[in-house]
Structures are given as C-alpha cells and as structure tokens.
C-alpha cells in the first residue's frame, strides 16, 4: 500500500513552521501532548482521521503520535487541505493521503488508503470515514466504493469492523449521519460526539466558523462588509454567529431559519427574520450555515439581484443548490481560485464561493488555532477515553463525559491566566438542599 498521496514533500519546511505558529496559540493541546509523551495513552493504536488538513490538525496529529498512535490521515473536503502542512506531517510519520483540489474519485481512493490501513480508532468531520465503513461491512454497494475496491480489495470488513474500538465526530453534519445510524441500529462500534460538547459547540462554531467565514469571504472577495444585505440561513451554533459577527462589521442581517425558537431568538436579538423567498430578492450576500440540502435553490436564484455573493458555512456543498444554478445559467466564468460567476439568461449575473464547498476552510484557512484547542483537545482526551474504556461502551453515539468537558475548559481558562470564582461549603450545601428556603 502507498506510505502516502500528497500533492509536493518539498513543501513542508513551510508547513512545519506554520504548524509550530499555530502550537503557540494552542496551550491546551501542547500540555495533552506533555502528558500523553508520558503516558503513552494510544501506544499499539492506529488512528484513521479524516479531517480537515489544515495547521491545527497538524498540531493533534502530533499530540496523537506523542501518545504513541501511528496514524492515517485523509481530508474530509476535497478543497481544504493545506499541502505544506500535508507534507511537513509526512515529515514526522503520518501517512497523509490528501492534495488540495481532488477530484471525487480521488477524494474517496484516499478514504480507501485509511480504511485499509485497519484503523483501531475512526476520527471524522463529517462522519465520510464511518459512513463508508459502514457500507462497506453491510455490502452496500454505491459509486464511491468503487472508486477504491482494488485498495480494500480481499479485505474482510467484519474483522476491520471488530478490530475498532471507537470514533469519534467533529461537527454537526457527522453527528446528525452517526444519530440516524444508531437510530437504525446499525451502528457498528461507540462514537463520541465531539461537536456536542460544550466546549466544543459554544466556540468552534459560532465563533471560531462566524470570524472564519468571514474570513474566508473577504479574502475570496475584498468586499467590504459595512452595509451590505447580509442573508444568514440557519440560526444555530454556526449561523448566529456568523449574524452576530457580520453585524459587528456593519452589515443589515436578515435571518432565515424553520425551528420557530431560533427564530424568535433572532428577532428578539434584533435581526429581521424572513422565509428565504422573501430574503432572495433583497440580499446581497448569502451565507448558508444549516446542514441541510437545498436550502437556496432555483426559485431563489430567480429572484435575486445582479451581483449577489454566495457562500457557504455548513459542512456539505449540498446546502447551495449548484445544480440548479449551473441548469439557469447560460455560461460561467472563473473570476479567481474561489469565485465563480454565472451568467442567467436575463444576464444577470450570481457570484458563488468556493463552489459551494465551506468558504472559512476553500477560501481562508480554517477556524483560528485558538478556538481548534478546545476542539482538538476533546478529540485527543476522547481517543484515551476510548482506549481506556476499551469493550465496555455501548454501540451508540456517546458525549464527551462531563469532566473531558470542564477539563478542557479550566486547562483553557489557565493558559488565558483566568482565575474563576469557586463555590463555598455553605454555596454546596445550599444548592443541594431543598430544606432551604428565604
Ligand atoms: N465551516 C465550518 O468550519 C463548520 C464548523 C462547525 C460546523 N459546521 C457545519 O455547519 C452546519 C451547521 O452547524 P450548526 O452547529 O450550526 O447546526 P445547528 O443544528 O446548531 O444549526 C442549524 C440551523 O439551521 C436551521 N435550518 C435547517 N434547515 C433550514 C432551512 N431549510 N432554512 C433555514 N434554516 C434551516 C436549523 O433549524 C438550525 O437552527 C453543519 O453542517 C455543521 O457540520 C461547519
């Protein structure tokens, strides 16, 4: 089997030096990795991570290969990795199988490359590993399996399968896949949802995706923000905080959203809240953050103004519909790396980003280091606790525990050098009393 598939070693001079920067923003990651160089919590594990390669991720690899893993990297977008940072990881021992720009069989023959590495632990953003395990145990044949059975070829999947001890899921998308496996009860070994921590999901995504995208979006574009008819569909972790952010700049922000709840914690923050068709023909840039499909299509392409931007925050490039913009259009033209223009036949003309895919991660680098400590932490701090707990989880999907959780919270809050108020004895018994009232 190839040792790895990467676009160009003589790049990772570059991206070790980047991964060094982004060590320095991520204290929490380097005190795991004193402790697991210790420990040796993975010794004898092998890792299959399918990730977005980007400098943070160069950083938990690191922390995992001090643990004692030996590792299996692909990417989980075929747009997001950063090929220095592949290569400098090459460098230290990693097998990456990943380049910027594959194409889907490409994309999917690097899935191929982790799976028949027979990973003991699955590390996903996007469940696209897991999922694909999965297929290939229940002999689900689809087109991406073929793309790579001449590297599973032989291989037994119920053997692969019994050999793993857990995964765990990095963002929404994958944890909403893993639920409806386990709700079919076919889910095949435990999985920790990442995402669902609240150290996780209260910082990666609204704040680490809401600066990122925006990021992503005037770098891509050198727009200026400042007064611009900003649509934001979906207000979860990830929309509100890109709304709240494009208002901190400036822009007027109009909110889409189904749950009725968000919505009207949207209107209460002191957005205007409209159903998409409405929103279509007044916005000027449009950022999808929902983990839903389709969610602007054709009859919204109709109605929108000449020049408007398209972008997208959720993990898929599902969510704007390309079908249906490439089926309107007479002809498109590249304008850069990240934007697109399509000519309607009325000729005006529609701008989408990163062809749909994730605009913080295609046209930007990714959440800051800052913000992937926590996250990368949890995933590091979940793979002991799935070794540790080897045989004794049940096949479902499993949150963070609680003290991963607030121990990933106090190592942050002690590298900032905050110092937090602690409760008294009298404060403990009152708030377990029920005895005591005025
Ligand atoms: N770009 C990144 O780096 C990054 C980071 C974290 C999460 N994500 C992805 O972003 C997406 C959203 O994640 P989240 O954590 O905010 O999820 P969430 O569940 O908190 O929010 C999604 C929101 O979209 C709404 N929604 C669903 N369908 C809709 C529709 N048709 N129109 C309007 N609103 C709709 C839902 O009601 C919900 O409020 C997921 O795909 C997730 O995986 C991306």
Redesign the pocket.
Known sequence: MREYWIKDRSLAERGRKRIAWSETQMPVLVEIRRRFSKEKPLRNIRVGACL?ITTDTGVLMKTLAAGGAELYLCASNPLSTQDDVAAALVEEGVHVYAFRGQSEEEYYRCLGYVIASKPMITMDD?ADLISTIHKLRYGIRTRELDYFKDIVNGMDFEELVNGIVGGSEE????VIRLKALAREKKLLYPVIAV?DAESK?LF???I??GQ??LDGIVRATNTLLAGRDAVV????????GIAYRLRGMGARVTV????PI?ALKAVMDGFNVEP?SKAARHGDLFIT????IN?IRREHFEAMRDGAILAN????NV?ISVRDLEEISIRKERISDCIMRYVLRDGRKLYLLAEGR????ACAE??PSEVMDMSFSLQALSARYLVENRGKLPRDVLRVPEEIDREVASLKLEAMGIEVERLTDEQKRYLSSWTLGT
């Open positions: 977005h996007g963002t929404t998308t994958g995402n999901r990666d995504n609204p680490g995706t990122s995208a569909v979906g207000f979860g972790n990830v929309g509100s889409v959203e189904v749950d968000k998409m953050a929902t983990g839903n969610v925050a959720g993990h898929f969510e994730l605009v913080n991660l990714g959440h």
